[in-house]
């Protein structure tokens, strides 16, 4: 039977240790100081509190219990509505000028914590800090008993507990002693903080945790209004929402290469180069979606939301009167104010906040800072987390050089972007043109051609280019080369022309030949027919003049 598990309702925790910690058994919160134990363990009992009507007992061994709930005050708890009737705190501290005189035990504390948990039905007990109590206690055999005494009376009232202590500093006896936890422990949760550079980075991972899978890597935590937030992957990319519909591009030529746009819950990625237009796409697809009625947020991390509509309008795209109806969502933030991951919470707050069905974050190849130890997987998590919400997300990536060719992202999200449109400049004679091409583009029939792309008041429009020789043509020379083109379609049409004029002229003059000659041929057959009269007649006047000239001749020889 799997073991019984309780959630602690810190984002992202809950998904990594698939529920959350384990129930009625103790997990250890460890790490230095400053990465946020205290917050982890308070904040659990908070949300335990408001999520399951569960009370919870705060121990605290370092500061006085005033001290911590003003400093939990910075966040949207409102921890003070819950003390003391959801959570109760018991100040654990020794005095400072005590003398110890016999064998010390924690029997009078756990008694009165006893009495606490049964006034408030606490289901949830915390130990803040006890390291310090136990550094305190004269042996090492003496600290385990202690622990070991903590641990019996947590079975006995059948609590889930939490201990928290800083991670050994070197002492051979801090080692010994966070080796023991580790041992008695169900569950060990290590928090981490470190300066990258200029880059301050926390981390959470879960290296122990009895009976029970869980995601072992370490993963980016953040603090925000909410407390802490752990910036977690999804475990597998199983259970995507799938769409058939598509929805425009904005570009109406950029539509007919890819069957009528982009589809329904996919990423597309624009990868290109300084000023290749990528933000005036996203810009184009934004207006698209709000016409027909869609949520956008625009997640802007290099340009202010005035830069980005003044930009818009002088390139005929209106996005105010969107921005007015709250059908765009503007979200300007500076890339190099904070962290990868504390960029990743803020974008999942305005996911939480406005549901939107469409997102736009411009350029996602800036969250890949240099030196932050999560940049490489911050952008994977941000895609996993957008396409698990079957948002359709447009991100653009600013390539390294202004004319980078290679077909390679910043961000390294090209292998997860459905559909991959690469932007660049082609330089000849001295003129720098705009062109497309569209990589990839899974389950979508696209153009594999390069395509010009033309900038103008009006938007943005693709146009083929041209091939000469094997040379592409864009540009000017595009342009002389249909010139050019046109020029000899002109020369042809005007040769055929003076072709058929000729040709029709020596028509003319034959058919004026022929019927002269068929006149001729009239006369001739008139001449012959004449001919052949006069013919019989002289042949019929010579028969008649031999007939009678035979008669006369007969008639005098009977005379004689």
Not at 30 to 49: C, I, M, P, S, W
Not at 85 to 107: C, H, T, W
Not at 463 to 476: F, I, N, P, R
Request: proline residues 3%; hydrophobic residues 40%; aromatic residues 6%.
């Amino acid at each position: 039977m799997p073991i019984a598990k309780k959630i602690t309702g810190i984002l992202g925790f809950d998904e990594i240790s698939e529920g959350g910690l384990p129930d009625a058994r103790i997990v250890n919160i460890t790490g230095e100081a400053g990465t946020g134990k205290t917050v982890f363990a308070l904040q659990t009992l908070v949300n335990r509190a408001r999520l399951l009507g569960e009370s919870g007992l705060f121990i605290s061994f370092e500061e006085e219990p005033e001290r911590i709930i003003a400093n939990a005050e910075s966040f949207n708890w409102n921890i003070r509505a819950l003390v003391p009737a959801k959570i109760s705190y018991l100040d654990g501290r020794l005095p400072v000028d005590m003398e110890q005189s016999g064998e010390f035990d924690l029997n009078a504390l756990l008694a009165l914590a006893t009495v606490l948990i049964r006034e408030i039905d606490a289901r949830t007990v915390v130990f803040d800090g006890i390291d310090m109590l136990l550094s305190l206690l004269p042996s090492e055999a003496i600290e385990r008993r202690e622990i070991s005494r903590i641990d019996r009376w947590v079975s006995d009232n059948n609590l889930s507990c939490l201990f928290t202590s800083k991670t050994a500093a070197g002492t051979d006896r801090e080692r010994s002693r966070q080796a023991y936890f580790h041992y008695l422990v169900d569950g060990v949760v290590e928090l981490h903080a470190q300066l990258y550079g200029a880059t301050h980075a926390r981390s959470l991972r879960i290296s122990k945790y009895r009976g029970s899978g869980f995601a072992a890597n370490a993963f980016p935590a953040v603090f925000t209004d909410y407390g802490l937030e752990v910036a977690a992957t999804r475990g597998s990319r199983f259970g995507y929402p799938r769409f058939e519909e598509r929805l425009g591009t904005g570009v109406p030529s950029l539509d007919q290469l890819i069957e009528g746009g982009y589809r329904r819950g996919t990423v597309t990625l624009f990868s290109g180069a300084p000023g290749t237009s990528k933000t005036t796409f996203s810009c184009h697809f934004v207006h698209q979606a709000c016409r027909v009625g869609e949520t956008v947020v625009y997640v802007s991390l290099d340009q202010t939301d005035s830069q980005i509509l003044g930009d818009a309008r002088s390139m005929g795209i209106d996005l105010d009167s969107f921005v007015a109806s709250q059908k765009l969502v503007m979200a300007p933030l500076r890339s190099n104010t904070r962290s990868p991951e504390e960029h990743f919470v803020l974008i999942r707050r305005l996911l939480d906040t406005h549901r939107p069905s469409c997102m736009v974050i411009d350029p996602i190849s800036a969250l890949n800072r240099a030196g932050s130890p999560f940049s490489g997987t911050i952008c994977e998590t941000l895609i996993d987390e957008v396409r698990g919400r079957g948002i359709t997300l447009l991100c653009t990536s600013l390539l390294n050089g202004q004319f980078d060719d290679q077909e390679l992202t910043v961000s390294g999200i090209s292998t997860l972007a459905d559909t991959w449109i690469h932007l660049t400049y082609s330089l000849r004679g001295g003129e720098r043109n705009r062109a497309l091409t569209i990589v990839k583009s899974r389950g979508t029939k696209h153009s594999r051609q390069m395509h010009e792309l033309l900038v103008g008041t009006d938007g943005l429009e693709l146009v083929e280019v041209y091939s000469a020789k094997g040379d592409v043509l864009m540009g000017t020379a595009r342009a002389e080369q249909a010139a050019a083109e046109r020029r000899g379609t002109l020369e042809e049409r005007l040769e055929a022309q003076r072709r058929d004029f000729n040709l029709r002229r020596e028509q003319s003059a034959l058919r004026a030949q022929l019927k002269i000659i068929e006149e001729e041929l009239v006369w001739k057959d008139e001449e012959m027919r004449i001919i052949e009269t006069e013919t019989r007649e002289r042949s019929e006047y010579a028969r008649r003049d031999a007939s009678e000239r035979l008669r006369l001749r007969r008639g005098g020889e009977e005379e004689a």
